[in-house]
């Protein structure tokens, strides 16, 4: 799902969040499992952000 919402982002322009869905996919492919949880919340951030403004127009 990570690297799905990633290319996603970026194919959108939304840099900050395939950025932070990047950090995930890595994690993730090296099992760097003590990463999961804050990679999970920066994702959780900056998809707010994007909600948020897109709630604004």
């Not at 869905?21 to 994007?50: F, P, S």
């Amino acid at each position: 799902m990570a690297h799905t919402l990633k290319g996603v982002a970026a194919n959108m322009g939304f840099d900050p969040l395939s950025e932070a869905c990047a950090k995930l996919v890595y994690a993730v492919r090296n099992k760097k499992t003590e990463e999961y949880a804050e990679d999970w919340t920066m994702i959780q951030e900056q998809h707010g952000k994007i909600m948020d403004v897109i709630k604004d127009l």
